[in-house]
């Protein structure tokens, strides 16, 4: 909108605000101090003072978002913490089942290198099977396990563990055989005593864990203690094998015999694996070995006395 003036008013220039003059004023004060302050270094007392006046203010600003700031990396943290937690216990977990894998691979390889190293020296073939199912009751004590005639087993085989004797094959399939332990009541097993060389006879009792001797004499060299191997006779097991432990003895005068107990050193009831061993007697048990033979000087003789009597 035009500005009206007087008739007859001069014209007058407009003169500087007064706020433009203080601003220029307040320009020039700034520089001064910058000059002054970058050369002397006067204001920094002051400028000290200043921050630390208005310190407070500033904390009070940034408050809110220094809690807020708080309060989500504290929920962030403890989910974090969470899902670690979960992932370590079912990292633990899967720790465990492998560590538990790791002790029954550890108790296999002991328990198939104790087989090994108990195959006896006579045997001219060995063999690892695996127990399939077993049968345990007062009357019998057989299992099965997972060779047969296919594998070369044949009936009577002999079968043993990482300790001592387990028992022979009863049946022979074409993929798996039935063995029978030495503690099954119907089975019996030559053995001698390993200190003296005392042969008797070890019968099962259906009890994994006695072994009866019924045939030896009151007054017979046995103690508690004595350790019994398989004698060799019969040809099924070879000589030398560990059966067992005597852990009981009882000589009663008004009996004959003495009675006479055993510990199997097999786990009867514990194995998972046997071996199977395939043994060569040096006389097998059914051969014919015929007529006895008159010795060579008699023989002759009885040729001289032929003669001699030829009429």
């Given at each position: 909108m035009p500005v009206l003036r007087e008739p007859g008013a001069r014209y007058a220039p407009p003169r500087a605000s007064a706020l433009g003059l203080r601003a220029l004023v307040l320009v020039g004060m700034s520089v001064a101090l910058m000059?002054?302050?970058?050369?002397?270094?006067?204001?920094?007392?002051?400028?000290?003072?200043?921050?630390?006046?208005?310190?407070?203010?500033?904390?009070?600003?940034?408050?809110?978002?220094?809690a807020w700031d708080w309060l989500t990396a504290s929920f962030a943290t403890r989910r974090t913490l969470l899902e670690e937690n979960a992932a370590l216990r079912a990292a633990v977990r899967a720790a465990d089942v492998r560590l538990l894998r790791l002790d029954a691979t550890e108790q296999e390889n002991l328990r198939l290198r104790a087989l090994l190293n108990a195959a006896p020296?006579?045997?001219?073939?060995?063999?690892?099977?695996?127990?399939?199912?077993?049968?345990?009751?007062?009357?019998?004590?057989?299992?099965?396990?997972?060779?047969?005639?296919?594998?070369?087993?044949t009936r009577g085989q002999a079968a043993v563990d990482g300790s001592g004797v387990f028992g022979q094959v009863a049946n022979a399939g074409t993929f798996a055989s039935e063995l029978i332990l030495i503690s099954d009541s119907t089975h019996?097993?030559?053995?001698?005593?390993?200190?003296?060389?005392?042969?008797?006879?070890?019968?099962?009792?259906?009890?994994?864990?006695?072994?009866?001797?019924?045939?030896?004499?009151?007054?017979a060299d046995v103690a508690l203690g004595d350790v019994l191997v398989t004698s060799g006779l019969g040809g099924v097991y070879p000589p030398g094998l560990p059966?067992?432990?005597?852990?009981?003895?009882?000589?009663?005068?008004?009996?004959?015999?003495?009675?006479?107990?055993?510990?199997?050193?097999?786990?009867?009831?514990?194995?998972?694996?046997?071996?199977?061993?395939?043994?060569?007697?040096?006389?097998?048990?059914?051969?014919?070995v015929g007529p006895a033979q008159p010795p060579p000087r008699a023989e002759a003789g009885a040729r001289q006395r032929t003669r001699t009597t030829r009429p």
């Open positions: 000059v002054v302050d970058h050369r002397q270094q006067q204001l920094f007392a002051i400028r000290a003072a200043l921050s630390a006046a208005a310190y407070p203010l500033q904390l009070l600003v940034h408050s809110p978002v220094a020296h006579a045997a001219t073939r060995v063999q690892l099977a695996e127990i399939l199912h077993v049968d345990l009751d007062a009357v019998r004590h057989r299992v099965l396990v997972d060779r047969g005639t296919r594998d070369g087993v019996a097993l030559p053995v001698q005593v390993e200190r003296n060389g005392l042969r008797t006879i070890a019968v099962g009792t259906g009890n994994t864990r006695r072994l009866s001797l019924p045939f030896l004499p009151r007054n059966v067992g432990r005597i852990s009981e003895l009882r000589r009663d005068p008004s009996q004959p015999l003495a009675i006479v107990t055993a510990a199997p050193a097999a786990a009867l009831d514990r194995d998972r694996e046997v071996l199977l061993v395939w043994y060569q007697p040096r006389v097998p048990a059914n051969a014919d």
